[in-house]
């Protein structure tokens, strides 16, 4: 390894590093609404769009994340739906991580127990006013370490944004490879940025993991 | 409507042959992960302290990297440093191995854990062998366990195979990319039809699979 080239090949992968930030950022904010809203869609049964959420469940779990980016990013524009390379790995990486996002909120609101729900309707709150201040509180305490885990797993997928040419660190790392052959340096780099963003993540999330073992 | 080309010619013929591309790759690494796995989640379970700094430090390795890194580590980095020219095909084979290998053995591990002290002790005062209680109690229990979550990781491996073709695997998505490349000038609409068509292609595979493993689980719960 040249530690000269690495060094030299730096400023490039933090460039780099930001793109894969903001767009995991992005498409975990995105992901994190969509789930929510599906999940208590579900909890609720609201007609119609109880339905079509367990479809769009289905597909986004079910379907590979380079398909759906790819008819997002090649499919649609026949449509006349044309999106930036930006908007379009967000969109993706919400459309993936709201089906897995709305799992993990469903199944934790599933378990807060229908006492709760009854006492509050009793104490006269609407339900919404119920599922904000008694319900959803108590569900995030038990959804949060699968949702750190569906973090983990939306950083990792942001690395298919490369295949429409978003410079993220995937792509940087090709374009070296593929342009000077510093194959060694470059993969270095690039699993040393990875492990720099996720390392991190991941510790939170066993550490949430094992406090909330422990609560139980 | 101008999804008339999926008809034409070749066209479903080629798709499945991708789509057999696909799941030769998916299924060799399953069954390579398995052995792996297990032996993995055995070793887990065993008191020796430098095993378990080995084995964990492997494990959150490979549970941090996105697959397509490891595919890029194991394609390009083991022609320049070990002088290995695996063909993209073997390069994704051994990255799915040892990432199922290695979610496996955590979930063996999880499942071994989970069947507790007292079901071991109360079959050796019953008079069974270690072979017996291993074969007859904790195998059976802990397989239940095992089951759903396992399913689920076949369904990830198999959605995560498209991205072989960024190595240059011709599978199911190089191959739609290929027809849509074919017929560019005849039907212009190809690229909304064809990854629709491959959503669902994958979907019909991964989508039985899901249930199965919520049918296995909701079986352990009852």
């Known amino acids: 390894m040249d530690w000269g080239l690495v060094h030299a090949y730096t400023p490039l992968f933090v460039t780099a590093l930001r793109v894969t930030l903001m767009v995991s950022a992005g498409g975990v904010a995105a992901a994190l609404v969509v789930g929510l809203l599906v999940a ?3 909890l609720w049964h609201v007609p119609v769009l109880d339905q079509l ?3 769009y469940v289905e597909v986004a779990r079910n379907t590979p994340s380079l398909v759906q980016l790819f008819f997002l990013y090649f499919g649609l524009p026949k449509l006349g739906i044309l999106l930036s390379q930006e908007t379009c790995a967000i969109v993706c990486l919400a459309f993936l991580g709201g089906g897995y996002m709305a799992e993990a909120f469903r199944a934790a609101l599933v378990a807060v127990p229908p006492i709760q729900h009854e006492s509050a309707q009793v104490l006269g709150l609407t339900r919404r006013q119920a599922m904000r201040h008694v319900v959803l509180p108590q569900a995030m305490a038990q959804a949060t370490p699968a949702l750190v885990a569906n973090v983990v797993f939306l950083v990792k997928e942001s690395s298919v944004v490369s295949g429409i040419a978003l410079a993220d660190l995937m792509y940087v790392a090709k374009d070296i490879i593929g342009q000077s052959y510093d194959t060694v340096e470059a993969l270095f780099l690039l699993v040393v940025a ?3 963003i996720l390392l991190p993540i991941s510790a939170v999330g066993s550490a949430i993991e094992r406090r909330f073992a422990y609560g139980r | 409507m101008g999804a008339e080309f999926l008809l ?5 013929k080629r798709l499945l042959v991708g789509l057999g591309v696909t799941l030769r790759i998916s299924l060799v690494s399953v069954a390579l992960s398995i052995p792996f796995g297990v032996l993995m989640g055995v070793l887990f379970t065993r008191k020796n302290r430098m095993l378990q700094v080995v084995l964990r430090a492997y494990l959150n390795f490979i549970r941090v990297m996105p697959q397509l890194v490891l595919l890029y580590v194991v394609f390009f980095g083991s022609a320049t440093t070990l002088g290995l020219n695996f063909s993209g095909e073997v390069a994704s084979i051994i ?3 040892l990432w199922g290998a290695a979610e496996l053995g955590d979930l063996v591990r999880a499942a071994l ?3 507790p002290r007292s079901q071991y002790d109360s079959s050796y005062v019953l008079g069974l062998t270690q072979r017996q209680t291993f074969l007859r109690v904790i195998l059976p229990q802990a397989l239940s366990r095992l089951l759903p979550p396992s399913v ?3 369904t990830r491996i198999v959605k995560t195979t498209s991205l072989c073709m960024l190595i240059g695997v011709v599978e199911v998505v190089r191959v739609g990319q290929q027809i849509i490349d074919y017929y560019r000038f005849d039907y212009p609409q190809g690229a909304l039809w064809t990854y629709a068509t491959l959503a669902l292609l994958y979907f019909c595979i991964c989508w039985p699979l899901s249930m ?4 296995l689980e909701g079986r352990n719960t009852r």
Not at chain 2, 8 to 12: D, K, P
């Open chain 1, 40 to 42: 208590i869609v579900r």
């Open chain 1, 53 to 55: 959420s367990i479809a």
């Open chain 1, 194 to 196: 990875y492990a720099i």
């Open chain 2, 8 to 12: 034409q010619g070749a066209t479903i």
């Open chain 2, 95 to 97: 990255v799915f191995t």
């Open chain 2, 113 to 115: 854990e989970s069947i």
């Open chain 2, 152 to 154: 689920n990781l076949v």
């Open chain 2, 212 to 215: 199965l493993s919520k049918w």
